[in-house]
């Protein structure tokens, strides 16, 4: 049963990443590859124990990956994110922790697995940064507006601080402790 959850668990949280891939794509052929990989992810999500036990994970994180990052890159590039990279060190994985970031645009940043515990991000524009993986953990988040931040996750804002200014995505609730 543990075993089944753990997968079952993983499978759900890629259909949730495919879901806003599909919502923030501006092609139609990576909303209907994201589609099509949904529909293969959800039907062994909802198969018995032994369909769920049989699924290749890594093949299907693979797949995923590779589609979020064309998403990624597809949004970002509206934004210029190249242009505002080059002396800033934001990059996927950057160690960011404790970071001076406040009120700066990041808009199109791909910060996909940064380190940002405890960086100071009030009043900065998040719009189209790639947060997958983030660690938001004690994160200023003050006034912050990540209405259209990629990827940003329910446990990610539980763990940063924020404040009624914080602007997330409807998709996302605002934490009491804020």
């Known amino acids: 049963m543990f075993a089944v959850f753990k997968v079952v668990r993983q499978l759900h949280e890629m259909l949730w990443y495919l879901a ?6 501006f092609d139609p052929e990576l909303a209907a ?4 990989l949904s529909g293969g992810i959800a039907a062994t999500a909802r198969g018995d124990a032994s ?12 797949e995923v990956r590779a589609l979020l990052m064309e998403v990624s890159e597809e949004t970002r590039a509206s934004y210029r994110a190249e242009d505002q990279n080059l ?3 934001f990059q996927p994985g950057a160690d ?9 645009r990041l808009c199109g940043s791909d910060l996909r697995g940064a380190y940002l515990i405890g960086a100071n991000l009030s009043g900065s524009d998040l719009i189209a940064v790639d947060l997958l993986g983030a660690d938001l953990r004690g994160a200023q ?5 990540l209405s259209k931040a990629l990827y940003l996750t329910q446990p990610q804002i539980n763990a940063a601080e924020g404040d009624p200014k914080t602007l997330l995505p409807p998709r996302l609730t605002k934490p009491d402790h804020w």
């Not at 590859?33 to 099509?36: L, N």
């Not at 960011?96 to 700066?104: E, H, I, Q």
């Open 20 to 25: 806003e891939a599909r919502e923030r794509t």
């Open 33 to 36: 590859a994201a589609d099509q």
């Open 51 to 62: 369909t769920v036990l049989a699924a290749d994970v890594e093949t299907l994180h693979g």
């Open 87 to 89: 002396d800033g060190g």
């Open 96 to 104: 960011l922790m404790g970071a001076r970031l406040a009120n700066r």
């Open 141 to 145: 988040l003050h006034g912050a507006d």
